[in-house]
């Protein structure tokens, strides 16, 4: 009954490599999101999507690339990583507008780039 | 998270009251959050408020709000070991999909 999971929930991977983490959430919510944690815990967001449309950080590689096949998934794949590609990566997911505005978290996916 | 700022540490005993501030800049945030991460895990919403409110309870949760300082804060009554964790300040942002704007989190070490 997890209501937004995340895999894999650790990702181990040599630099250059390509990995995608998996988010899925089952609250019929309209909006999702990925979150970068780094080693210092600084939280920031790098991708909103909302009903096929995606918003963009620009600060944040193109190297990382949002795929959604559907409302309740939404998928972060990652071309030839970096060493400071390591971090935790949190998915969260908010309802539509006009109801409690609230986000929830998946558990996160922690990747070190060795 | 510039935009948003918190002391980093903060301890104290078991028992005593917890208060963690915020400072924010961006005056047009609607919903103003607090989020709790405990070691290796993550994020668990604590409790929100609304900017047209000044005070919210919840249990041993009370959060307050000045908008004219534009100051935030959490405080924990009776706070227990099991309240040692990372707490996050943030704020719905106006664009990029209202995602959330996170102050760089305050560690509360509870000590018995």
């Known amino acids: 009954d997890t209501a937004v999971s995340q895999t894999p929930k650790y990702l181990v991977t040599q630099m250059g490599n390509d990995k995608s983490i998996k988010c899925e959430q089952n609250?019929?919510?309209?909006?999702m999101y990925w979150y970068k944690q780094d080693s210092k815990k600084f939280l920031k967001i790098m991708f909103s999507?909302?009903?096929?449309?995606?918003?963009i950080n620009e600060t944040v590689p193109n190297r990382f690339s949002p795929k959604s096949p559907d409302k309740a998934h939404l998928n972060l794949h990652i071309n030839s990583l970096e060493l400071g590609d390591s971090a935790v990566y949190f998915c969260a997911s908010r309802p539509h507008e006009g109801s409690t505005d609230t986000q929830y978290f998946g558990p996160g996916t922690r990747l070190t780039v060795l | 998270g510039e935009d948003v700022e918190q002391s980093l540490f903060l301890s104290v005993r078991e028992g005593d009251s917890s208060v963690i501030n915020c400072t924010y800049t961006d005056s047009s945030s609607t919903y103003l959050y607090w989020y709790k991460q405990e070691p290796g895990a993550g994020l668990q919403l604590l409790t929100y408020?609304?900017?047209?409110?000044d005070m919210k309870q919840d249990q041993r949760l009370t959060v307050l709000l000045n908008k004219k300082d534009k100051h935030l804060s959490l405080r924990i009554a009776d706070t227990q070991t099991g309240d040692s964790a990372i707490y996050f300040c943030?704020?719905?942002?106006?664009?990029?999909?209202?995602?959330?704007?996170f102050g760089k989190g305050t560690s509360l070490l509870v000590t018995p």
């Open positions: 408020i609304f900017s047209n409110m």
């Open positions: 943030a704020l719905r942002g106006s664009n990029s999909g209202y995602a959330l704007n």
């Open positions: 999507y909302n009903n096929k449309e995606l918003i």
């Open positions: 609250l019929g919510h309209d909006t």
